[in-house]
């Protein structure tokens, strides 16, 4: 078949998907939004890549205005009117898209079903929840009329999908009280890409040019934004003076967290743009102590995929997230780290005091780490179950006539 494998994100692990699936024999056509501010996964076809696999880059004309509701909308829009254009233009077989805000996914089913596609909407999150905990605050006066209205689009979407992937098994029962038929449910977790994230000793040749000093080394790798607080980062670099707090990430809340480290004098804090897929490795190794957190208000439906990465780099991790999340569960049911509610910072820092001061037990979690990493993101496996989902709802279009 020929699948289109849309991730507005660009992440790693969904292009380690179409790679997988271009290898089982399929022509796949992977799409993303190149303007989007979020860490990259490897996004060009390299030595080795089947024949049959392509990548495709949607830009915009103008900068993509993240922090500007209106001229976000729009551009959401047009972004999706693009993938719309080029689903018109392939004609695949199957789209899957992910990661899509609902304007843009509104653009990619329809044109799915004009190009009698079967559509699956890989559900990486609940977006009208975040949207009722954020936009009413924003804007007081229509904001709830907002919310409701992508609630009833998200919901109207994942009914009209011919399948839904969801990331965890918290979503079923949400899905199904929204009308969602149980059977057009499957649940993948999500990943990280093993051949790409190997280990890497801490004494890494690009982690020693990367890092400062010899003490302790905290690091956060990856978006920051209205999920995550960031007075984490500003309570572990007071707590700890001589440790490196080095956050990897850009974006409004990145320059606001380098801002107030240098109001307080933070020096130990540093704050420095994503880098190159390539290096994540070594930057990931480079460091001793993995750090992730989330707020309530989405904590219980987003997944911090930045957690798998750490996983899969065998490092330990310091989370404050909600219990029910399904990172904090795995976490403590692998022992690969150590979460906090999301309001104790003095439990917070008790448990980063506590891995910073035994060695064994970061090594422990660490190797704890990579064995789940192992195990669970094999994605032979992983290409096997999502060809499951594409093979019991769609055949070649020769054939459906």
């Given at each position: 078949m020929h699948i289109l494998i849309s991730d507005y994100s660009g992440h790693p692990f969904q292009v380690q998907l179409s790679r997988e699936l271009a290898r089982r024999g399929h022509r796949v056509t992977h799409m993303h939004f190149a303007g989007f501010q979020t860490p990259k996964g490897n996004l060009t076809v390299r030595?080795?890549?089947?024949?049959?696999?392509?990548?495709?880059?949607?830009?915009?004309?103008t900068p993509f205005a993240k922090a500007t509701f209106v001229a976000r909308w729009r551009q959401e829009n047009e972004v999706g009117r693009r993938i719309a254009a080029r689903i018109a233009a392939l004609r695949p077989d199957v789209v899957i898209s992910s990661n899509a805000p609902l304007d843009t996914q509104r653009h990619i089913r329809r044109a799915s079903r004009k190009a009698d596609a079967k559509f699956v909407f890989w559900l990486q999150d609940i977006y009208s929840r975040a949207i009722t905990a954020v936009v009413p605050k924003k804007l007081p006066v229509i904001?709830?009329?907002?919310?409701?209205?992508?609630?009833?689009?998200?919901?109207?979407?994942?009914?009209?999908?011919?399948?839904?992937?969801?990331?965890?098994?918290?979503f079923r029962p949400i899905l199904i009280a929204h009308g969602v038929a149980e059977?057009?449910?499957?649940?993948?977790?999500?990943?990280?890409?093993?051949?790409?994230?190997?280990?890497?000793?801490?004494?890494?040749?690009?982690?020693q040019a990367y890092y400062t000093g010899d003490g302790m080394r905290f690091l956060y790798s990856g978006t920051l934004g209205y999920k995550h607080n960031p007075h984490w980062l500003l309570a572990l670099a007071r707590r700890f003076p001589d440790a490196q707090v080095c956050v990897t990430?850009?974006?409004?809340?990145?320059?606001?967290?380098?801002?107030?480290?240098?109001?307080?004098?933070?020096a130990n804090l540093t704050?420095?743009?994503?880098?190159?897929?390539?290096?994540?490795?070594?930057?990931?190794?480079?460091?001793?102590?993995?750090?992730?957190?989330?707020?309530?208000?989405?904590?219980?439906?987003?997944?911090?995929?930045?957690?798998?990465?750490?996983?899969?780099?065998?490092?330990?991790?310091?989370?404050?997230m909600p219990r029910q999340n399904l990172a904090a569960r795995l976490l403590e049911r692998q022992q690969a780290g150590l979460v906090s509610d999301c309001g104790d910072t003095a439990d917070f820092l008790a448990k980063a005091a506590r891995l910073a001061g035994d060695a064994a037990l970061r090594g422990t979690m660490g190797e704890n780490a990579r064995r789940y990493a192992l195990r669970a993101f094999d994605i032979e496996n992983i290409g096997a179950r999502f060809q499951g989902v594409?093979?019991?709802?769609?055949a070649p279009k020769e054939k459906r006539a």
């Open positions: 030595p080795g890549d089947p024949d049959t696999f392509a990548i495709e880059a949607i830009t915009l004309d904001g709830h009329a907002i919310a409701r209205w992508y609630e009833h689009l998200e919901f109207a979407l994942l009914r009209g999908s011919d399948r839904v992937v969801a990331i965890t098994d918290d059977s057009r449910i499957a649940v993948i977790e999500n990943w990280a890409p093993l051949d790409e994230i190997p280990l890497m000793p801490r004494e890494n040749a690009w982690a990430s850009q974006g409004e809340v990145a320059d606001k967290v380098a801002a107030d480290a240098a109001a307080e004098g933070l704050v420095r743009p994503w880098v190159p897929f390539a290096d994540l490795p070594a930057l990931l190794g480079g460091a001793d102590v993995m750090v992730a957190f989330i707020e309530p208000d989405a904590g219980v439906f987003s997944v911090p995929s930045k957690v798998l990465s750490y996983l899969a780099a065998g490092r330990p991790v310091l989370g404050a594409i093979a019991d709802q769609a």
